[in-house]
């Protein structure tokens, strides 16, 4: 009983949504099925105080642009794709964006993970899993966002060739 209660806790699921084609959930099991993808290990400052928070060792998950190709944001038939921002929500309300340019069309991109491991551990709830992190920000804090529940695509703007 303790155990199957806690393997449910300890398997947090990531919902991709929005304007997308298949909307998707992802347990930590759904997630570790696709290519993994790491981050070199970094210092955690936050943006606002400039206060030195800690070290982190090094992230490994997949890419959040894995995930948002397996839900289907680049439709077919229209350049939607070009003007689509994502936010990123938290179990606590928490939210940070990314741009698909960003993601998809920047250095960037290859360094936004939804983490599940660091230094070669599995990560809990109480680490955060699972983490967004991007790896490539100056100041790391902001978007090194713990527990992750949701990503949703916006489409803004107006239609064009
Ligand atoms: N879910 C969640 N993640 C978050 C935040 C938050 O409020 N909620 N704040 C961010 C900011 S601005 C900072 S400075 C750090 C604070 O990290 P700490 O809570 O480990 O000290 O978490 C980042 N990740
Ligand atoms: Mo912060």
């Not at 800690?54 to 490994?60: A, E, I, N, S, V």
């Not at 928490?94 to 936004?112: C, D, I, K, M, R």
Request: charged fraction near 25%; hydrophobic fraction near 40%.
């Amino acid at each position: 009983m303790t155990s199957l209660r806690q393997s449910v806790l300890s398997s947090p699921s990531v919902q991709i949504g929005g304007a997308v084609q298949r909307p998707l959930a992802l347990d930590v099991a759904a997630m570790r099925e696709f290519e993994r993808a790491s981050i070199e290990p970094f210092d955690l400052v936050c943006f606002s105080t400039g206060r030195y928070i800690r070290p982190m060792g090094r992230y490994r998950g997949v890419q959040l642009r894995v995930l948002l190709d397996a839900a289907g944001v680049r439709r077919p038939d229209n350049t939607d794709f070009k003007r689509t921002v994502f936010l990123a929500h938290a179990h606590d309300g928490y939210a940070v964006t990314f741009s698909w340019h960003e993601l998809f069309n920047t250095p960037v991109g290859a360094q936004v993970i939804v983490a599940y491991e660091c230094e070669d551990r599995a990560l809990g709830i109480d680490d955060g899993l699972p983490v967004l992190v991007s790896g490539a920000d100056t100041v790391r804090a902001p978007r090194h966002m713990k527990r992750l529940v949701r990503v949703d695509a916006h489409v803004l703007g107006a239609p064009h060739r």
